[in-house]
């Protein structure tokens, strides 16, 4: 038997209370994915990296430990230690790097295709169905929407999962469907829109452009549409999926996208407006990028300030844009591909021999 499945799921968690029933909401999520993929008969594996857990709460690793087997998903839980999380800037103000996590688990997985996933997201079963077929292509990376969906409790907890998603249709608060980009930013016009809930692509292609881009910070910002940018400058098209295929998020209070906030000077406002007044918006663009203004900060790392998206982001695509692949935005070491990190396997497939 081979020990190398069709897809990999990648998510981080961390047991610091993020939210209300955290560990239930993890569990419930992980366990409704494993039904889904057993479901569909697809060979897969869930890596859940575990960054830099609270020495004073139970790992994780143990709460997901008794999922339903099924014989096509493993579940290995990856432990990344606190010393790999203190050097970064703001490790006092967050406990979770995401982009980081993300990378452990890129590194380290077996699948032909991958996806990382918020894992407390779910997916439809049209999205399974398409993962399903086995017909993905090495040249493509696959994009579908998130839908956040507003429920008032933790009764979902105790639904049964095609009532789980019927309810979920029913109660869509926002739709982050795909935002066209201006002419004026002199990059590919591609589904950036909460591109971090749903890019699947082959591993080959992650591996190439080095999972998501380092940041010294725990901001963390900009790192899945830079990855979209990265992959089609190496020639990988963009396939966006049917409406059927979808992403449901149940919102919590700390939801990212609102938590950035602008921060402005009197003098990039005065100059901002003077550039917009005598200048083109390309000009207008360039000064922000080469002046890194308006930086950011994420509510609740108030702490840490973060560079303009335009020096972060826009900068970057437009070097994309022109197909330059010799910008690169990790380390050859990316993903602590060198540590020997403490992994359990709390759910194995038929397939995965490789315990053997």
């Known amino acids: 038997m081979?020990?190398?499945?069709y897809l990999s799921v990648i998510g981080w968690v961390r047991n610091d209370g993020y939210t209300d029933g955290y560990v239930e909401r993890i569990r419930r999520a992980t366990g409704f994915l494993v039904n889904q993929l057993n479901r569909h008969?697809?060979?897969?594996?869930?890596?859940?990296?575990?960054?830099?857990?609270?020495?004073?709460?139970?790992?994780?690793?143990?709460?997901?430990?008794?999922?339903?087997?099924?014989?096509?998903?493993?579940?290995?839980?990856?432990?990344?230690?606190?010393?790999?999380?203190?050097?970064?800037?703001g490790s006092t103000l967050k406990g979770m790097h995401v982009l980081n996590a993300a990378n452990v688990g890129l590194r380290r997985a077996r699948g032909r295709f991958i996806v990382p996933k918020a894992i407390d997201t779910f997916f439809t079963d049209c999205v399974i169905e398409h993962i399903a077929r086995q017909q993905l292509r090495n040249d493509e990376v696959y994009r579908c929407d998130r839908y956040d969906v507003t429920i008032q409790s933790n009764e979902w907890?105790?639904?049964g999962d095609d009532e789980l998603i019927e309810r979920m249709a029913e109660r869509v608060t926002f739709h982050h469907d795909r935002l066209v980009q201006s002419p004026e930013w002199g990059m590919r016009d591609l589904h950036t829109n909460a591109c971090g809930d749903f890019t699947l692509m082959d591993a080959v292609h992650w591996h190439s452009i080095r999972g998501f881009q380092d940041d010294p910070s725990v901001l963390c910002l900009d790192a899945d549409s830079i990855v979209l940018h990265a992959a089609a400058a190496r020639g990988v098209r963009e396939v966006?999926?049917?409406?059927?295929?979808?992403?449901?998020?149940?919102?919590?209070?700390?939801?990212?996208?609102?938590?950035?906030?602008?921060e402005w000077k009197d003098w990039q406002r005065h100059l901002d407006r003077f550039a917009t007044k005598r200048f083109s918006p390309t000009t207008r663009i360039r000064l922000r990028m080469f002046l890194d203004y308006p930086r950011r900060r994420v509510r609740g790392i108030d702490g840490v300030i973060g560079p303009s998206i335009e020096r972060n982001f826009v900068m970057k695509a437009r070097r994309y844009a022109r197909s330059d692949i010799s910008l690169v935005t990790n380390s050859a070491d990316w993903g602590l591909a060198h540590e020997r990190l403490l992994e359990r396997t709390t759910v194995r497939a038929d397939w995965d021999n490789a315990g053997d």
Do not use: Q
């Not at 081979?2 to 499945?5: E, G, I, K």
């Not at 295929?245 to 996208?257: G, Q, S």
């Open 2 to 5: 081979t020990s190398v499945p």
């Open 41 to 89: 008969h697809v060979p897969a594996e869930i890596v859940v990296v575990e960054w830099n857990p609270p020495p004073d709460r139970p790992l994780m690793a143990d709460a997901l430990a008794g999922l339903d087997a099924g014989g096509y998903v493993s579940v290995r839980v990856v432990i990344v230690d606190g010393r790999f999380h203190r050097p970064l800037i």
């Open 157 to 159: 907890l105790e639904w």
């Open 240 to 262: 966006c999926w049917p409406d059927g295929c979808r992403v449901y998020k149940i919102r919590h209070d700390n939801v990212f996208a609102h938590r950035i906030s602008e």
